[in-house]
């Protein structure tokens, strides 16, 4: 199953050069790395990145972050995958610009 996390430019290029990342500053101040479903990418975009341009979508097979891993209650109660460790750039699938086009990001096909 692939998951998402969505990165400003920044923070993908610090990803991309230390091959390794923390997160931005939310999982830094709580503690993992919050990523989302393809059902739940478009409202975390929304919700957390309205207006943001410059933004980066990466895909991570979820399968191969292993224990690290949990699946945790979050907005109205859906389980969102939260990484407890790095995001490594070897993870990384794939990694797609997501546009502002008339105030909303637009995601590849099959993830609006």
């Known amino acids: 199953m692939l998951i998402y996390k969505i ?3 920044d923070e993908w290029a610090a990803l991309r050069e230390a091959g390794t990342s923390a997160g931005a500053p939310v ?3 709580d503690g993992y790395i919050h990523f989302s479903t393809a059902e739940q990418v478009a409202e975390t975009a929304a919700k957390h990145f309205a207006g943001v341009d ?6 991570v097979e979820a399968d191969g972050l292993g ?3 949990k699946w945790e209650a979050s907005r109205g ?3 969102f995958p939260h990484l407890y460790g790095p995001l490594r750039m070897v993870d990384v699938l794939w990694s797609q610009p997501l546009p502002l086009q ?3 990001h637009r ?4 993830l609006s």
């Open 54 to 59: 410059g933004l980066v979508l990466l895909a």
């Open 27 to 29: 999982d830094l101040a």
């Open 77 to 79: 109660g859906a389980l």
């Open 67 to 69: 224990a690290a891993l």
């Open 102 to 104: 008339d105030g909303r």
């Open 7 to 9: 990165l400003r430019a």
């Open 107 to 110: 995601f590849p096909e099959g």
